[in-house]
């Protein structure tokens, strides 16, 4: 097999990883803020009830999450399995938004009273201290911690495989297993590194762009 | 309220899948392995209200669970699906009136994939052991394979038969065939052994001499090693066959109507000779079955 | 009547008893200046008029209205519109970092008449304001003499001059009374000068302002009033020749004595 071919073979998996790497970042990024609000809340109950969800998310791992996403409700309730993609997704979603929530928790938490009196003494309304004064400040903050998870989420990518969906390293293994040639699986690498290595500059310029203030 | 159904169905998922992979590898114990056979059952009731091979009637359709491997189920040139595995269930089915599918898995969650009924049959070179035999129902066996070891060309003069194999560090698929075969000879049993996880990492395992021997399938070394692979220069100690093994297609246990109308087929199969016809075309008549 | 009246404040945080029974009251036009040790309440006090603190009894009235009954709730809007009347100026400025000076200033009155205004306003209508806006905050910022920093954010600029952007921010939204809780303790001591520079001259323009401060010599020669507080309640009230140069009480006597001591020593 030709290293175009490969290639080309490769890039299917790679295209299926883009997927789930991207529908995760859409989904997880506001769903996590939500879940963040919710264990932020006054109200005891449902801060526990959501305090308690990310400590099982974040108690067990991703791939046996996604193992029961996709079946359990066979084994469980005999009902029909999702997509084994749909499946994925919905499990790196939830435990995402889990991982992001507790980033932007840690990050509402610094910042100081102060800015929210003084916007409170300005006449502001909750929501508008939130989005004028507050949030910009927030972000400024979980850009590096968020740089972190979205590397680690890349690489993460590679467990949708415990449900056999084909995703690049799946994609390599097959090729392995069927022409009995092993350089594809250490090529793949190439494929994280350079994906990775986008998003570290794109990062790094982020970060760069919100320096312009310190603190 | 939402969260916290989600939540109770983790806790609940977390226990079952826990049970069903001790089910899945635990050897004996029939009190631990009938609980998540019996609630399969229950959910199968409430799904299909005819018997079992109602629910594939009804949705017309019969998914193989496969992984890709020469000659059983692969690509030709074309990224056709292909293989003496994949021609077999095409002709079952056809006999059976149901379209057949094919579904990749992951090998070593084969049992939890036919009891979510997320695949209808493991039908990929499954081999009959007495384990599995409790947890799921085969066909007639139609493959019967042997287990090969697989030496570095190189070390072709110092393993030239069992004897010579002693003290030599051993691997083969965690339990796989490979690993009973060895369990259950005399010389080998002795060596270190090394678990890989699947067969063609016992292959990397060789190449790459981290082990003195590989001990896999006939079918897959024959289709693995040759001159144009990476594994040129891996090779198959002749003279030297452990315990056999067949292949037969795993159903589930319950579905007791299904398994007859299979086997009805493959008979009528084996009868007018498209199945040694089948077996010939992918080089396999020297392990087919009914000789 | 009097302009402001504090009536019977009390406030308690847990077990502790901050406030326990606050009465005085002010003129229009007139610059109060509250003093004490750290821990007597009087920051407490200053909250409770920006309600950034609810008290748990007391009222306040501000020009024969009354803005605050213990007895009642007010909704968030209520409150909003109420604390709308004091504005606050804090020890540690409390700038948004992430803003230029002139948009800090601008920022609160664009959300205000623009964001919160019961009518939909047309693009045209809302450029105007904005530039009514900006104009005002220049005039103000210039008025502090910050005029050179309009496009610089708060992190370049000194603490004096932060405190002076901070000042500015307040008056942009007009408050009837303003508030200072100890404006220069954040300040390194050859920054205060500017700072109190700065509220001379909005005492000048009679302005009506109340001024928790360290700072005796500048409550002195400023203040028209001073209150001394100690244990949550006002134990010395008068003009600053009566508190400073005649103080009738044993806490008032032996305080001034120890930030006399500080300042001499």
């Known amino acids: 097999m030709s290293f175009l071919e490969v290639t080309a073979q490769l890039a299917d998996g790679f295209l299926t990883t883009l997927m789930i790497f991207g529908i995760t970042l859409v989904g997880a990024l506001p769903l996590g803020l939500l879940i963040t609000l919710g264990s932020m809340s006054k109200v005891k109950p449902i801060k526990w009830v959501f305090k308690t969800f990310v400590w099982i998310i974040r108690g067990t791992p991703l791939m046996l999450q996604i193992i029961l996403v996709f079946f359990g409700p066979g084994l469980i309730f005999g009902a029909k399995a999702l997509p084994r993609l749909v499946a994925v997704i919905i499990a790196f979603i939830i435990n995402y938004a889990c991982y992001f929530s507790e980033i932007y928790r840690g990050g509402i938490e610094s910042i100081p009273k102060g800015q929210y009196e003084a916007g409170q003494v300005l006449g502001m309304t909750k929501t508008q201290i939130f989005f004028k004064v507050v949030l910009f400040q927030v972000i400024k903050r979980i850009v590096p911690p968020m740089g972190n998870e979205i590397i680690t989420l890349v690489k993460d990518t590679s467990l949708a495989r415990v449900i056999a969906v084909v995703e690049l390293v799946k994609a390599a293994e097959t090729i392995v297993a069927l022409k009995s040639i092993i350089w594809p699986l250490f090529y793949v690498g190439a494929f994280y590194l350079l994906f990775s290595g986008i998003l570290s500059v794109l990062l790094n310029l982020a970060e760069k762009k919100l320096n312009y203030y310190q603190g | ?291 | 009547m009097a302009f402001l009246e504090v009536k019977n404040i009390f406030k308690r945080f847990g077990k502790t008893e901050v406030l326990k029974g606050i009465d005085f009251s002010m003129e229009k036009g007139e610059v109060l200046a509250i003093i004490g040790s750290s821990g007597s309440g009087k920051t407490t006090l200053l909250r409770c008029l920006n309600f950034l603190e609810s008290p748990d009894l007391g009222s306040i009235v501000l020009e024969g209205e009354e803005l605050f009954n213990a007895e009642q709730k007010y909704s968030d809007r209520e409150i909003r519109e109420k604390r709308l009347h004091f504005g606050l100026v804090f020890q540690s400025f409390n700038l948004f970092p992430q803003y230029t000076v002139l948009k800090n200033v601008c920022l609160a009155p664009e959300l205000m008449r623009i964001d919160q205004s019961e009518k939909k306003l047309s693009r045209a209508e809302k450029i105007q304001i904005r530039k009514e806006i900006e104009e005002n905050a220049r005039q103000i910022l210039a008025s502090v003499g910050l005029s050179d920093k309009l496009m610089n954010y708060p992190c370049e600029l000194s603490g004096g001059q932060q405190q002076r952007v901070a000042i500015a921010r307040a008056l942009a939204m007009k408050p009837v009374i303003l508030c200072f809780d100890e404006p220069t303790s954040a300040l390194d001591p050859e920054l205060t000068g500017e700072v109190l520079k700065v509220i001379r001259e909005l005492k000048s323009s009679d302005r009506t302002m109340i001024i928790v401060t360290h700072e005796m010599g500048f409550a002195r020669s400023a203040a028209d009033k001073v209150i001394f507080m100690a244990d949550g309640v006002i134990e010395e009230y008068g003009t600053p020749d009566e508190v400073f140069g005649n103080p009738k009480s044993e806490k008032t006597i032996s305080f001034l004595e120890k930030s006399l001591e500080n300042i001499t020593g």
């Not at chain 2, 409790?134 to 060309?153: D, G, H, L, W």
């Not at chain 2, 010389?187 to 063609?200: P, T």
């Open chain 2, 1 to 291: 309220m939402k969260i916290k159904r989600i939540a109770a169905m983790l806790l609940a998922g977390i226990m079952t899948v826990g049970l069903c992979s001790c089910a899945s590898t635990t050897t004996s114990s029939n009190d631990s392995s009938s609980e998540p056979a019996s609630a399969a059952e229950g959910a199968e009731n409430s799904s299909a209200e005819g018997g079992d091979w109602a629910y594939i009637a009804d949705k017309g359709t019969f998914v193989a669970g496969i992984t890709y491997f020469e000659p059983m189920n692969y690509f030709d040139e074309n990224g056709e699906l292909i293989g003496f595995e994949t021609e077999f269930t095409k002709a079952v089915c056809e006999k059976l009136g149901v379209e057949a599918k094919f579904q990749e898995i992951e090998w070593d969650k084969k049992e939890i994939e036919l009891n979510a009924k997320t695949i209808d049959a493991i039908w990929n070179g499954l081999t009959v052991t007495e384990e599995r035999k409790e947890n799921m129902a085969f066909s007639t066996p139609y493959i019967r394979n042997k287990q090969v070891v697989v030496i570095k060309t190189d070390n072709a003069d110092k393993y030239k038969d069992i004897e010579s194999m002693a003290g030599a560090s051993c691997a083969a698929e965690s339990g796989s065939a490979g690993q009973s075969a060895i369990e259950a000879d005399a010389v080998l049993s002795q060596n270190e052994f090394i678990g890989a996880s699947a067969q063609k990492d016992v292959l990397l395992e060789v190449k790459s001499g981290t082990v003195e021997l590989g001990v896999i399938d006939y079918v897959m070394a024959k289709a693995s090693i040759g001159a144009d692979t990476d594994y040129s220069d891996l090779m198959i100690v002749e003279n030297v066959e452990l315990q056999p093994e067949e292949y037969a297609i795993g159903l589930r246990k319950e579905d007791t109507e299904t398994l007859a109308k299979i086997n009805a087929a493959i008979d009528e199969l084996v009868a007018d000779g498209t199945l040694k016809q089948i077996a010939e075309k992918y080089d396999l008549a020297d392990v087919y079955a009914f000789n």
